[in-house]
Nanobody, 124 residues
């Protein structure tokens, strides 16, 4: 079993920055791909970014490309999401996810483990 715990959410003004963290524990060393998803009120959950520990390749949703950066410490199995130039539209619950197949995916059904999520609120 793999456990994911997010932290770093909060209230930030538009144009500001925030850094989210996700720590994986349990049988986390066998996890090759980790990603971030978000769900705004009344909307479906959507993909934000993902990273493949093998090679460090990353992939972003168009809506955050150039503003958000995913990175991580493979030894600690901790992934980060640096959010810059945030907008009110970025307000959502951000969840960390882990995939056992070593291929990056933007599809939430391809992820096997999920964290509880952390709230990010961007004020205008």
């Amino acid at each position: 079993q793999v456990h994911l715990i997010e932290s770093g959410g909060g209230l930030v003004q538009a144009g500001g920055s925030l850094r989210l963290s996700c720590a994986a524990s349990g049988r986390a060393y066998g996890i090759p791909v980790m990603g971030w998803f978000r769900q705004a009120p009344g909307k479906e959950r959507e993909f934000v970014a993902a990273i493949n520990w093998s090679g460090g390749s990353t992939y972003y949703a168009d809506s955050v490309k150039g503003r958000f950066t995913i990175s991580g410490d493979s030894a600690k199995r901790t992934v980060y999401l640096q959010m810059n130039s945030v907008k009110p539209g970025d307000t959502a619950v951000y969840s960390c996810a882990a995939r056992v197949i070593p291929v990056i995916s933007a599809r939430e059904t391809n992820y096997n483990y999920w964290g509880q999520g952390t709230q990010v609120t961007v004020s205008s």
